[in-house]
């Protein structure tokens, strides 16, 4: 079998009345599913667990998308030891035919891609735009890490000695936790669990709380393709129960999380603490979030700025690492940006994400709905609502729908511009010049995604070398990283700099062994 090239999977293009029609009718056929019952899986065998995650959809809080058995730290145990037995078998499968598990994987989610798309417009709250980026991305990473796995699987070039034989290789470091997020609740779920499986890994799978019926999907996905048991434990859970069980235990080799940077650098200090029975050195590897600036200055196309500011801003209610939470726009066109971003903002409509004409959907669960609303209640008193603001009163009863919301006359260094938010809210900052403005989009102790509007190469030439992000973009909005064009992975509090979609990702899940044989 001969491998193509990589190509990233097309979008969707829901222009076209037959992708409407076949979105509807997955929409359908899913809602039919819904409610069902989903099983732990260790050891290749379905268990009942220790109770269930009741899982809705977060526009309509009375429907439920599924239920999910919790893992208990019994099942965590039991998890890590048939991931442990079988890691000694799954390590001597040859790199291309364990990335041939990812290929096939692939394929069926292509041929699959609209159901998943609608399990996400459900359990997620994603429009139809978003879900369906969302599965291509998944899709982007088996194929893309398979193909980096075969490469991988070569020899390395070494100096030669005269008298020995000189080789070194990579091996596989053991078994690890994956915990992915739930906003790409399938792409950088499958990104994080194919990595680690397909460099030779074994894994426990602990999805997000919020979505793991799409997680479940995935799993029922990896068994189609023959996975052996025990590459692939499924074991969700509150993080509360088993989360520091998880990172704390001594067969634990190491761990991949996505989410908050409270979460983040808890699970570093703790994956550092050498316990009993312990044999290595954890791996932690993690991204951790953003507070990401949108620079205008003077001479940028300022239509073309404002729409990368909203779409920035306001793709999926704002639930990205990468969002533009800032937009920092010098002086002298600061208000003609604001003016045709609240315009753009304006003409948003807030909905349930199954209908096709909504571009915004609901947050993901009511904590997260009062968190927003804490920072929009602060931003009433502290700066100008220029647009939105508004939100349901009852969210438990109506959905967690919250209005594109855009603050002018933020400050530097206070909370709307500083902490990290994670919904749609967006705080407009002033900047004296150029000059004024990288120095406000520095002043975080994030670094994830950045952009710069501009026509002046010398000032392109200096945010390269100077914006303190992982993800620099010019001219274009500051989200929507694509696998194999844009490694992905943030600096300082934004996490350990991973860069997913890369060709050095798969060494976080590696070791290198060298041999040397004297005749």
């Known amino acids: 079998m001969s491998i193509s090239t990589y190509k990233s999977e097309p979008l969707t293009d829901f222009s076209i009345e037959s992708n409407r029609r076949r979105m509807e009718e997955a929409l359908g056929a899913v809602k039919s599913q819904m409610g069902q019952h989903h099983d732990l899986l260790i050891a290749g065998k379905r268990q009942s667990g220790c109770g269930e995650i009741i899982s809705t959809n977060p526009g309509r809080p009375e429907e439920i998308v599924g239920r999910v058995a919790k893992a208990d730290k019994e099942n965590i145990d039991q998890a890590l030891t048939a991931a442990w037995d079988a890691f000694h078998q799954w390590k001597r499968v040859p790199g291309p035919a364990r990335s041939r598990y990812l290929f096939k994987a692939g394929a069926i989610m292509r041929r699959r891609k609209f159901e998943l798309s609608a399990w996400e417009v459900l359990e997620a709250g994603k429009t139809w735009p978003e879900a369906d980026a969302d599965v291509a991305e998944a899709i982007d990473f088996l194929e893309y890490y398979g193909r980096q796995m075969v490469r991988l699987s070569q020899p390395l070039s070494l100096t030669p000695i005269f008298g020995e034989e000189d080789r070194a290789f990579y091996q596989p470091l053991g078994v690890g936790a994956i915990i992915p997020p739930w906003n790409f609740p399938l792409a950088i779920l499958t990104g994080m669990s194919s990595s680690a499986i397909v460099a030779g890994n074994t894994i426990l799978l602990k999805p997000a709380s919020p979505t793991p019926v799409i997680a479940a999907k995935f799993v029922e996905i990896m068994e189609e393709v023959g996975l052996p048991g025990g ?48 044999r290595w050195i954890k791996r932690v590897v993690a991204e951790m979030g953003g507070k990401d600036a949108i620079i205008v200055d003077e001479t940028a196309d300022l239509e073309a700025a404002a729409l990368g500011i909203v779409q920035s801003a306001f793709g999926f209610q704002g639930q990205k ?9 010098v002086d002298n066109v600061y208000d003609r940006v604001l003016r045709l971003a609240v315009e753009l903002t304006s003409q948003w409509k807030v909905g349930a994400p199954e209908d096709y004409s909504h571009q915004m959907g609901p947050v993901i669960d009511e904590p997260a709905f009062k968190k927003i609303v804490g920072y929009i209640e602060w931003g009433r008193e502290n700066a100008r609502l220029a647009q939105g603001g508004g939100y349901e009163a009852d969210p438990a009863v109506a959905g967690t729908f919250i209005q594109p919301t855009i603050f002018s006359d933020v400050k530097p260094g206070s909370k709307l511009e500083q902490e990290e938010i994670f919904g749609p809210v967006l705080a407009f900052i002033r900047a004296r010049d150029f000059e004024d403005a990288l120095a406000i989009a520095n002043d975080t102790e994030y670094g994830l995604t950045g952009s710069l509007y501009t026509s002046r190469r010398d000032r392109i ?15 274009r909005k500051c989200s929507g990283a694509v696998v194999g064009a844009h490694p992905f992975g943030g600096f300082n509090m934004s996490g350990t700099d991973s860069k997913t979609g890369s060709p050095d990702y798969l060494l976080q899940f590696m070791q290198i062994k060298a041999v040397a044989e004297r005749f």
């Open 321 to 329: 690492c990468s969002a533009c939470s800032r937009a920092v726009v």
């Open 231 to 278: 590459v692939l434990n499924f074991v969700p859970g509150d993080g509360s129960v088993i989360g520091d069980h998880i990172v704390t235990h001594p067969k634990t080799r190491f761990i991949s999380f996505t989410g908050s940077r409270e979460v983040g650098l808890r699970i570093n200090k703790l994956a550092a603490e050498h316990q009993p029975g312990q």
């Open 461 to 475: 030439e200096r945010v390269v070398d100077e914006f303190e992000v992982g993800n620099l973009y010019i001219n």
